[in-house]
């Protein structure tokens, strides 16, 4: 059916906080509405072009794209605000008429980002006549150039600039109409009824859609308050006037301008004028410049020689099987026209290597390639490894390859530069990524919006279960107790966040991806400036694929930093390492994993993680592969079956002979994609590329098609003379396993990565510690985690010691680690390089007056000075804290006479003093009583964010150990709903009033290992409140926030209990597990004459051995309660060992 009136004036949730309609809820409305054509007018943006372009097409719809931009008033490079009473810029509306008009929309839009950004991105006229070409004008909404002259009663001046625009735009340029029912929209339309008849310039009539439904209007109107910041009660807070701005049908638009028929009839003509296809499907590669010494200028060519040289460079001699397969993949890289692809990859990765900058042995699918292993872009032997080139390229199902490559996370940048210099500036971007509203969030930004309280929020958010992806819908189905809410005082929050749920919140530059162009970018993309002079696309990764765009994911992985740091340190010791070469098969190596002593060690740190490896025990780099593969959700139920198998301990069974060959390295459980294609091809006969196409329907749950691949693969099995019975029993195995079954290329890789930390940690512990410790300097929590970390390996971390230490940390011994200076908070880069410089030319610092004489006052001055002091860095100085602290202005104040003499260049030829230094008296320190501990550690904790010298805690580490129920160092995931008790000293307090105006607080603890954030609402803080002081070292029982992991512990306080009473709060029973041996009449009576002396309020509970059963008997020691002091803890753990005693 074609629509009489056609929308020309719209705005998704890509004009972002403020449309407030997703795109496919758009598609649904205008399908509703049987409308046939629509245009999507962003405001100053063009990022939902692609999205909105595809969906319209699929559903049959014309999409008609275009943009809202603002027009600076003058020039777009005057970067001031209006004074005149106007807007700091006025609002246009241009529609691309055909493909010369989309380009020309392109190159507008950028140059309101890259050249004209005051506020909002800007153009100017002189643009908009440079860029008329193809695109249909109309005069905007009230914020008009036009309809605002005229509302300010400048009929003259609009008329001016009316004609202006219709001298840019000949025969395209309309006067825009709308009626939300706004006084002033009236008074516009009258205006421009007027305007229209003088100067013979058509009307067009919109309705400035940013939501799908009136009901909408609120949820729309909460959406504003979250790109201003405001919440809805403010009565000053920008507003929507009146709730008309919704996608109006036919009917109503008709009603609204039934005066005005021919402003709807040129919504027809307008959208009839329009001819534009985007070109979606097209390759539009760079060139790669082949080097002039090349026999020949074809890349496919070219490609085949470079590979054939790599591959000897590699295997020496080229078998049949590497021929064969080097062969094959080279016929289908030129086959899809990927030759330049390639080029440009192992171009930037050869050039990153030549700069010594560490890139990652591979990632994702490309590891499959032997190209890719012969181009060096990848470091991993998939002949080796029985990893699939189909995987990574496949011939029947064309799109651009994907080969994303790693990189040491400080040098990512260079790579980056060095794209931008072979392929211009202008050619090469960064691309964006949009945050989207998901159900915990959007229900977090409502609620604040509404007023609701935290704790109520809170309540809401953590109603909603943790699933990946969850929607509110869904969670409503499957939480009960969200569900009361939604039906309770909480349905217009619930009902608000539903429509806004899956809305776009924010832009933001992708992590990884760079995308190149054959050209200006701007002849293929619109590009974007973010808040942070940052240029990207406006289109994100998905769009440019569609384009056929090259884009590349440049990832810095810290890993490789830590690594390349390791290395360096190891070759300043005089050792050289090549870590490509090692062979695998280091049994200590192994012995660490084994132990779980994965600490530092990439992809095996977690608590899990660590507690499988004890399990696994494993020997071999296979092992290593697949446990990085199973550990992850879906899969990980897998582990201890793998385990079993691994052990003998489950028999290994096999559905068909001939899965045995592809199964064994993985004990007869699927665990690689790899492996559900192998099965496919060897079990079915599918080509590699068929079974790659069987894999992808099964991980997506294609139901057509996977049908259509049973039948397929049971005829096929026949064929190998399996029975029927049998191959769909085989079908059914796979299909289970292939939706989370993971690509062993890339777990192959990432075990390559893996074993090398670990094979550091082994044979260099004090440079691949220090290496870690430098990696992670700015993250507090981590960095103490490692300290921990290097205790146990018997590494000392020394303080940090002008004299002994350097910007990072570093080795001093095999078992001792210097603090690195540059970990000092405000001593920056330029002080310390002045700092060492110094030191390493002239000898070690003798007073904080030789300091102050020797070094750059500019650069060290009295803040660095005093940061330095207060780290304990100045401790080898004569004199305490406290009084190097006093002398700083004395030190500053001699250092600079001394360099003044010597700046009057009064040294003589032998260096030697001058009369005139060597009368400048050296100053003395005062007399002046050491800080107090506390003092020294609170000032410890201030620049550097940890303790090192002491604890302030310590004294109170057996209550810390025995009744904070968390370890630190484990990053398990914490459950909601556990009750859980953390020990610690409160350190910052924040008191607010709740929306009831009851008081509450949020307050940091620090405690042994780590540190927790807790918030106590009204409830917790009128019954603890006189407990949250600074200072205060206490113990906290609560549930932790959804939020919550242990690197970033966050507590919602039930109960605070002071330190000095937690021993009687919390123990309640003493446990005591005997052994065989211990159950002796004399033992006990020994037991019984300890707990006489040791009389108290705590039942005994003994765990005595159960002959027949794992379980031990409890039995209650009746007539006797003891105490549970830390002395008579101490005793009886020093008498049957520390894990057999404990309280509950």
């Known amino acids: 059916m074609i629509s009489e009136f056609v929308h020309l004036h719209n705005h998704s949730d890509y004009s972002l906080l403020d449309g407030a309609q997703r795109i496919d809820q758009l598609i649904n409305t205008i399908d509703d509405l049987n409308m046939d054509s629509v245009a999507l007018t962003e405001h100053g943006n063009m990022f939902s072009v692609l999205p909105y372009y595809k969906e319209a097409k699929k559903s049959?719809?014309?999409?008609?794209?275009?943009?809202?931009?603002?027009?600076?008033?003058?020039?777009?490079?005057?970067?001031?605000?209006?004074?005149?009473?106007?807007?700091?810029?006025?609002?246009?509306?241009?529609?691309?008429?055909?493909?010369?008009?989309?380009?020309?929309?392109?190159?507008?839009?950028?140059?309101?980002?890259?050249?004209?950004?005051?506020?909002?991105?800007?153009?100017?006229?002189?643009?908009?006549?440079?860029?008329?070409?193809?695109?249909?004008?109309?005069?905007?909404?009230?914020?008009?150039?036009?309809?605002?002259?005229?509302?300010?009663?400048?009929?003259?001046?609009?008329?001016?600039?009316?004609?202006?625009?219709?001298?840019?735009?000949?025969?395209?340029?309309?006067?825009?109409i709308q009626n939300h029912g706004i006084a002033e929209e009236e008074q516009n339309i009258i205006n421009m009824k007027k305007l229209s008849r003088e100067l013979n310039i058509p009307l067009v009539c919109t309705n400035d859609a940013h939501y799908a439904k009136q009901s909408h209007w609120e949820a729309h109107d909460i959406h504003i308050c979250l790109g201003t910041g405001k919440e809805r009660s403010d009565p000053n807070r920008l507003r929507y006037a009146t709730p008309e701005f919704y996608f109006k049908s036919q009917d109503e638009m008709h009603k609204l301008f039934k005066e005005f028929p021919e402003a709807i009839e040129n919504t027809r003509k307008i959208a009839d004028s329009i001819d534009m296809t985007l070109p979606i499907g097209e390759s539009h590669l760079p060139n790669f410049p082949i080097p002039s010494e090349s026999n020949t200028s074809d890349p496919d060519e070219y490609l085949q020689s470079i590979t054939e040289l790599g591959a000897k460079e590699k295997y020496g001699e080229i078998t049949p099987e590497i021929k064969n397969r080097m062969g094959h993949e080279l016929?289908?890289?030129?086959?899809?026209?990927?030759?330049?692809?390639?080029?440009?990859?192992?171009?930037?990765?050869?050039?990153?290597?030549?700069?010594?900058?560490?890139?990652?042995?591979?990632?994702?699918?490309?590891?499959?390639?032997?190209?890719?292993?012969?181009?060096?872009?990848t470091s991993v032997d998939p002949?080796?490894?029985?990893?699939?080139?189909?995987?990574?390229?496949?011939?029947?199902?064309?799109?651009?390859?994907?080969?994303?490559?790693?990189?040491?996370?400080?040098?990512?940048?260079?790579?980056?530069?060095?794209?931008?210099?072979?392929?211009?500036?202008?050619?090469?971007?960064?691309?964006?990524?949009?945050?989207?509203?998901?159900?915990?969030?959007?229900?977090?930004?409502?609620?604040?919006?509404?007023?609701?309280?935290?704790?109520?929020v809170d309540k809401i958010a953590k109603a909603i279960p943790n699933e990946l992806n969850i929607t509110l819908d869904?969670?409503?189905?499957?939480?009960?107790?969200?569900?009361?809410?939604?039906?309770?005082?909480?349905?217009?929050?619930?009902?608000?966040?539903?429509?806004?749920?899956?809305?776009?919140?924010?832009?933001?530059?992708?992590?990884?991806?760079?995308?190149?162009?054959?050209?200006?970018?701007?002849?293929?993309?619109?590009?974007?400036?973010?808040?942070?002079?940052?240029?990207?696309?406006?289109?994100?990764?998905?769009?440019?694929?569609?384009?056929?765009?090259?884009?590349?994911?440049?990832?810095?992985?810290?890993?490789?930093?830590?690594?390349?740091?390791?290395?360096?340190?190891?070759?300043?010791?005089?050792?050289?390492?090549d870590l490509e070469k090692l062979s695998f098969n280091d049994s200590k190596v192994y012995e660490l994993f084994t132990k779980g002593h994965t600490i530092g060690v990439f992809q095996f740190e977690s608590s899990g993680m660590r507690e499988f490896l004890k399990k696994l025990k494993p020997t071999v780099l296979e092992d290593l592969i697949a446990m990085n593969a199973l550990y992850r959700p879906g899969p990980m139920e897998n582990i201890d079956n793998f385990i079993n198998r691994k052990h003998g301990k489950k028999e290994i069974k096999y559905s068909h002979k001939l899965l045995e060959p592809i199964l064994k390295e993985t004990y007869g459980i699927i665990v690689y994609q790899e492996q559900v294609m192998q099965i496919a091809n060897e079990v079915a006969g599918f080509t590699l590329a068929e079974a790659d196409i069987m894999r992808r329907a099964m991980g997506k749950k294609i139901k057509s098609l996977m049908e259509e691949l049973s039948i397929k693969f049971v005829a096929g099995s026949e064929k190998n003379g399996i029975k029927k019975k049998k191959s769909e029993e085989i079908f059914l195995l796979i299909e289970k396993f292939a939706q989370y079954g993971f690509n062993k290329s890339h777990s192959t890789a990432y075990a390559y990565i893996a074993y090398q930390t670990a094979w550091l940690k082994v044979h260099y512990p004090a440079e691949f510690m220090s290496a870690n410790l430098t990696s992670e300097m700015r993250n507090i929590d981590r960095v103490v985690v490692l300290i921990n970390e290097c205790k146990k390996m018997g590494i000392d971390v020394k303080p940090p010691d002008i004299n002994v230490s350097f910007e990072d940390f570093r080795p001093i011994t095999d078992s001792s680690i210097s603090y690195g200076l540059n970990a000092i908070k405000n001593v920056g880069k330029k002080a310390l390089e002045t700092i060492i410089h110094e030191r390493d030319k002239n000898g070690k610092y003798l007073t904080i007056f030789?300091?102050?004489?020797?070094?750059?006052?500019?650069?060290?001055?009295?803040?660095?000075?005093?940061?330095?002091?207060?780290?304990?860095?100045?401790?080898?100085?004569?004199?305490?804290?406290?009084?190097?602290?006093?002398?700083?202005?004395?030190?500053?104040?001699?250092?600079?006479?001394?360099?003044?003499?010597?700046?009057?260049?009064?040294?003589?030829?032998?260096?030697?003093?001058?009369?005139?230094?060597?009368?400048?008296?050296?100053?003395?320190?005062?007399?002046?009583?050491?800080?107090?501990?506390?003092?020294s550690l609170a000032n410890e904790l201030e620049v550097l964010g940890l303790y090192v010298s002491g604890h302030p805690l310590l004294e109170h580490s057996a209550d810390l150990e025995e009744f904070t129920t968390i370890d630190f160092e484990e990053d398990h995931e914490i459950s909601n709903n556990d009750i859980i008790t953390v020990g610690g000293m409160i350190t910052r307090i924040v008191r607010r009033f709740d929306k009831r105006n009851r008081e509450m607080a949020f307050f940091d603890m620090d405690c042994l290992g780590g540190h927790a954030e807790v918030v106590s609402f009204s409830d917790s803080y009128a019954a603890y409140g006189d407990l949250i002081n600074e200072?205060?070292?206490?113990?906290?029982?609560?549930?932790?926030?959804?939020?919550?992991?242990?690197?970033?512990?966050?507590?919602?306080?039930?109960?605070?209990?002071?330190?000095?009473?937690?021993?009687?709060?919390?123990?309640?029973?003493?446990?005591?597990?005997?052994?065989?041996?211990?159950?002796?009449?004399?033992?006990?009576?020994?037991?019984?004459?300890?707990?006489?002396?040791?009389?108290?309020?705590?039942?005994?509970?003994?765990?005595?051995?159960?002959?027949?059963?794992?379980?031990?008997?409890?039995?209650?020691?009746?007539?006797?309660?003891?105490?549970?002091?830390?002395?008579?803890?101490?005793?009886?753990?020093?008498?049957?060992?520390?894990?057999?005693?404990?309280?509950?």
């Open 60 to 176: 049959g719809i014309k999409p008609i794209i275009g943009c809202e931009i603002y027009v600076a008033v003058g020039s777009r490079f005057e970067k001031k605000t209006r004074v005149d009473g106007g807007w700091g810029n006025n609002h246009l509306i241009l529609l691309a008429q055909n493909f010369i008009g989309y380009k020309n929309l392109m190159k507008l839009v950028t140059a309101g980002y890259l050249e004209g950004f005051y506020y909002r991105p800007r153009i100017d006229m002189d643009l908009l006549r440079k860029y008329s070409d193809g695109l249909i004008c109309m005069s905007a909404c009230l914020k008009g150039i036009v309809p605002e002259k005229m509302l300010r009663g400048d009929f003259d001046g609009a008329k001016k600039e009316a004609l202006l625009f219709s001298e840019i735009f000949p025969n395209r340029y309309y006067l825009e």
């Open 331 to 377: 016929r289908v890289i030129k086959n899809m026209g990927f030759a330049g692809y390639f080029l440009i990859t192992a171009d930037f990765v050869k050039y990153a290597k030549n700069s010594n900058i560490p890139v990652g042995p591979g990632r994702g699918s490309a590891a499959g390639s032997l190209v890719s292993y012969a181009l060096g872009i």
């Open 383 to 456: 002949l080796k490894h029985d990893l699939l080139f189909e995987r990574f390229l496949n011939p029947d199902r064309i799109s651009m390859p994907d080969i994303d490559i790693d990189f040491c996370i400080e040098r990512r940048g260079e790579v980056i530069n060095y794209i931008k210099d072979q392929y211009g500036e202008n050619s090469v971007t960064q691309i964006i990524t949009f945050g989207k509203m998901k159900a915990k969030q959007v229900v977090r930004d409502v609620g604040r919006v509404m007023g609701y309280s935290f704790s109520e």
């Open 474 to 577: 869904k969670a409503l189905n499957k939480s009960p107790e969200l569900m009361k809410m939604a039906e309770g005082d909480f349905k217009e929050l619930i009902n608000h966040s539903k429509v806004l749920e899956g809305m776009n919140r924010h832009a933001s530059i992708h992590a990884a991806g760079v995308v190149i162009a054959p050209g200006d970018l701007t002849d293929f993309i619109p590009l974007y400036k973010s808040n942070t002079d940052d240029v990207t696309s406006q289109y994100d990764m998905k769009g440019l694929e569609e384009l056929g765009l090259l884009k590349m994911d440049f990832l810095g992985l810290r890993n490789l930093t830590v690594i390349d740091k390791a290395l360096g340190l190891i070759q300043a010791k005089g050792d050289s390492i």
């Open 850 to 935: 030789d300091l102050c004489a020797r070094v750059d006052q500019q650069k060290v001055n009295k803040r660095v000075l005093e940061s330095l002091i207060m780290s304990g860095s100045l401790d080898s100085f004569e004199g305490n804290r406290s009084q190097n602290f006093l002398a700083v202005d004395v030190a500053i104040k001699y250092g600079h006479q001394m360099q003044s003499e010597k700046d009057r260049n009064q040294v003589d030829l032998f260096g030697s003093q001058t009369e005139q230094e060597a009368l400048i008296k050296t100053p003395t320190l005062q007399d002046n009583p050491e800080w107090l501990e506390k003092e």
């Open 1031 to 1144: 200072g205060n070292v206490v113990f906290v029982r609560g549930k932790p926030s959804e939020t919550s992991d242990f690197s970033d512990l966050k507590i919602i306080s039930d109960e605070i209990i002071p330190v000095k009473n937690v021993r009687n709060r919390l123990s309640q029973r003493i446990n005591i597990q005997f052994s065989s041996g211990d159950t002796g009449s004399k033992d006990i009576d020994d037991l019984m004459a300890i707990c006489k002396e040791n009389k108290g309020d705590c039942k005994l509970i003994f765990h005595l051995p159960n002959q027949g059963s794992s379980r031990p008997l409890k039995v209650l020691a009746h007539n006797i309660a003891v105490s549970s002091t830390n002395n008579f803890i101490s005793v009886l753990r020093s008498k049957y060992g520390k894990d057999n005693v404990w309280i509950d």
